[in-house]
């Protein structure tokens, strides 16, 4: 299945989730819609990266344009569960450097990626540091127009 919009509705997703996990996405859910400064998110789910079905709450919607010159709908952050880690992406630059690359060890104990920030546990993690970066991206999606 290729990666989409759904009309999954993401309060439903979060509270189908168990145990500490759902706390954890809920939390991070409740900080990124608060940093974010919109209730606007929509689920995206399908085959993603590497091969892997995923489900990703996406906050900020957005416009991509490719090199080639495509367009596609996307968001400026993004929240993941995967099988061992949650993931945040982050869509947002600094010169030509993704935030996460550069600032991405400050939020904790956690693997960084070049728009994607990954950690096992919210304990792990400085979610004000975190909400930091998503504050770039809400800056840089409002400073553009919701284009990238």
């Known amino acids: 299945m290729a990666i989409g919009k759904s009309d999954r509705d993401p309060d439903e997703y979060l509270a189908s989730l168990t145990g500490d996990v759902r706390h954890d996405m809920q939390s991070l859910d409740k900080a990124i819609r608060q940093t974010m400064e919109s209730d606007d998110r929509v689920i995206f789910e399908g085959t993603f990266w590497g091969g892997s079905d ?14 080639a010159g495509k367009t596609g709908d996307w968001f400026a952050v993004g929240l993941g569960l995967q099988k061992n880690y949650t993931s945040i992406y982050i869509m947002a630059v600094e010169g030509k450097e ?46 553009k127009d919701g284009v990238l």
């Open 98 to 143: 993704y935030v996460v690359e550069k600032y991405g060890k400050r939020v904790g104990k956690v693997k960084v990626g070049k728009s994607n920030i990954s950690f096992t546990s919210l304990a792990d993690i400085n979610i004000d540091e975190l909400m930091k970066l998503v504050a770039m991206a809400k800056a840089q999606r409002d400073e």
């Open 54 to 67: 995923q489900v990703l709450i996406g906050y900020g919607p957005m416009t991509y344009r490719s090199k």
